[in-house]
Each structure stands twice: as structure tokens, then as C-alpha cells.
């Protein structure tokens, strides 16, 4: 991976040629198989590149978009610099939030209208005939899943995917962040991704599952602290209180004595940081 660490994927990979009328071009198709069966193509001019790497890339790029998703949703990182957002023209077509919350409808639905076939095809295989009333109860469920999902369908057929930008309420326009506004939120973007996913990298260990690391991050975010300077010793203790769970806090004094063994010095002062759980 571009960072350094190392992942396993089952790739399949052949050079193809896509054409449009007399034009072509050759590019590198890549194929990627998930463990649910699904496959993730990637296609590009980069012929040169082992296909490995550009899986690498690729997906690690596409990890960074979901997580800016995820900065966006929970520490709202866009809207810290709203002050410095621009109009954008009302006659501009943007995608259609009525649409959008369709489509998520309708994908919600057929997920659970597929659980519920799943259900009933287990249920039909191993039921001796017994339950007729539980099997009957699920189709049922699937009958009016279906119908509201045809009627999803035939409203989405009458919603534009896109419309004038003037046509949406006034506190659902989205407005433009200014050029220099944006690269600094980018920026600050890239920098926070590898701050909390490098924190998450050391608290895995310590934890079971990866949302329960991240969750631990966003609250150590939060979290109060006392900060106590040493002049003679040129020194910062950092005393951060104690979290919610005594396993949340072995994972966490176990990342700070990680942390100061890196050594960290304040960028200003130069003064050491020391990171303490009290």
C-alpha cells in the first residue's frame, strides 16, 4: 500500500482495448474479488504499473473518499470553514435530493426484501412443515416490501436526477467553498486521515473491532485534559481523564505510552510532550 503497510486481495488482470468509433486506446483491466463474491474493476492507461500497485493505489485512494465521508459526518470538517463558501449560480443542476433519498429507499427495501427470501428459502429447507404460519408471515412481508418497492420505482420514474439549483429550499443549496478555503480544507482533510487512522493503527491491538477503535479516537478527541508546562525541564504533561470503560482505558494508556516513546516535541516550543491517563 502507498503507505507502507501490506494487504492481501485476490486480483485477476488482462490488457484490453476500448474503442470509440475509428479511435482506441489500450489500457490494463483489473479485476478485485471481495469475500461476498463482489468484483470492483479498475481500468487504467498505466500498463506499466504491476497491476498489485495499482490495486494498492487505487483502493487506498478510495479508502481516503470514504473516509472524508466519514470526517464530513462526524466532525463535520467542511463546515468549519463555511464562512468562506460562495454562491453558486442558481441556474447550475445539482442532484436532486428528493431523488437521492429515493434511491436509498429503494436500496434499503431490496435489502430487506432479499433477507427476508433468504429467511424463507432456510426456513422452507429445514421446516418439516410445522411452521406453515411463520413461512406464510415472511411472505406476507415480502408481498407488501414488493409493493411499496413498485411504488418507489414508479416515483423515481417522475423525479428528475437533477435540478436548478434555485428550485431547492434555501437551506439545502449547497454553496462553493472559495479556492484558498478549499485547499486548506483538503489539506486538513489529508492531515487528519493520517492522524486518526495512524491512532486507530495503534489501538487495534488493544480492541476487537475497528469501529470500536474509531469510536475510542473521536471520544479521546473530545475528551478533557489538563496541560501542565515545565520550564526547567522543557516539558508539556498532557493528563488526559479516564474514559467510560476500564478496557477503554488499558487501550488508550497503552497508545499514550506508545506515544511517548516517539518522543513528540511541541512544534513552538520544542518542550517534550508527556502523555498521561489520570
Not at 486506446?25 to 495499482?54: C, K, S, Y
Not at 449547497?174 to 484558498?180: D, I, T, V, Y
Not at 478555503?181 to 491512532?199: H, N, S
Request: hydrophobic fraction near 40%; include cysteine; charged fraction near 25%.
Amino acid at each position: 500500500m502507498p503507505g507502507g503497510g501490506t494487504t492481501h486481495m485476490q486480483l485477476a488482470f488482462k490488457e484490453t482495448v476500448l474503442s470509440a468509433g475509428d479511435a482506441s486506446i489500450p489500457v490494463l483491466e483489473i479485476r478485485r474479488l471481495t469475500a461476498t463474491g463482489h468484483q470492483t474493476v479498475i481500468i487504467t492507461t498505466a500498463r506499466r504499473l504491476n497491476p498489485w500497485v495499482v490495486a494498492g493505489r487505487m483502493f487506498s485512494r478510495w479508502c481516503q473518499e470514504n473516509f472524508f465521508g466519514y470526517m464530513m459526518q462526524h466532525y463535520d470538517i467542511d463546515g468549519l470553514v463555511q464562512y468562506g463558501g460562495e454562491d453558486l449560480p442558481g441556474t447550475l443542476e445539482v442532484v436532486n435530493p428528493a431523488r437521492r433519498a429515493l434511491e436509498k429507499a429503494l436500496k434499503d427495501s431490496l435489502g430487506r426484501i432479499r433477507r427476508l427470501h433468504a429467511e424463507l428459502g432456510a426456513a422452507t429447507l429445514h421446516n418439516d412443515g410445522g411452521d406453515i404460519q411463520s413461512r406464510a408471515e415472511r411472505l406476507q412481508d415480502i408481498q407488501r416490501l414488493e409493493a411499496d418497492r413498485a411504488a418507489l420505482l414508479a416515483q423515481r420514474r417522475h423525479t428528475p436526477k437533477k435540478v436548478p439549483l434555485a428550485s431547492l429550499p434555501e437551506g439545502e443549496r449547497p454553496r462553493q467553498l472559495a479556492p484558498l478555503g478549499k485547499m486548506l480544507t483538503d489539506t486538513v482533510k489529508m492531515i487528519a486521515y493520517r492522524a486518526e487512522t495512524a491512532l486507530v493503527g495503534l489501538l487495534r491491538p488493544h480492541l476487537a473491532k475497528e469501529e470500536e477503535a474509531r469510536a475510542l479516537v473521536r471520544e479521546l478527541f473530545v475528551s478533557s485534559a489538563d496541560l501542565e508546562p515545565d520550564e526547567q525541564e522543557n516539558t508539556l504533561t498532557v493528563r488526559i481523564h479516564r474514559m467510560a470503560s476500564r478496557a477503554h482505558d488499558q487501550a488508550i494508556g497503552a497508545l499514550l505510552a506508545e506515544l511517548n516513546q516517539l518522543d513528540f516535541h511541541h512544534p513552538e516550543t520544542d518542550a517534550r510532550l508527556i502523555y498521561q491517563l489520570v
